[in-house]
């Protein structure tokens, strides 16, 4: 099974932006679909985007759309997610983790890193 590590967060004027890091071990990071969710206290585990195993299909939750932007970069076990325009509702833990195909849908999402802490202030 594939781990993950994520890093990036930290804290940051809304506005402002912030690049996530997700290094995956192991030989087999291309053959699967990458997506990032995020959680914020007391709230469920949401969705953010996918990327498909070859990078050329991508997909943004409509919150997100035209600020962040996920991309992968296979040669590097890597995957990323650009976020810009922050905003205080973007505070959060985010998660990256493993599909077999391009979703949206939480339960098909296998393995999980430990989370990284994103926070916006005000």
């Known amino acids: 099974q594939v781990q993950l590590v994520e890093s990036g967060g930290g804290l940051v004027q809304a506005g402002g932006s912030l690049r996530l890091s997700c290094r995956a071990s192991?030989?087999?990071?291309?053959?699967?679909?990458m997506g990032w969710f995020r959680q914020a206290p007391g709230k469920e585990r949401e969705f953010v985007a996918a990327?498909?195993?070859?990078?050329?299909?991508?997909y943004h939750a409509d919150s997100v759309k035209g600020r962040f932007t996920i991309s992968r970069d296979n040669a590097r076990n890597t995957v990323y997610l650009q976020m810009n325009s922050l905003k205080s509702e973007d505070t959060a833990i985010y998660y990256c983790a493993t599909a077999l195909r391009v979703t949206s849908q939480l339960k098909e999402f296998g393995s999980w890193g430990q989370g990284t802490q994103v926070t916006v202030s005000s």
């Open positions: 192991g030989r087999t990071f291309s053959t699967y679909v």
């Open positions: 990327i498909s195993r070859s990078g050329g299909e991508t």
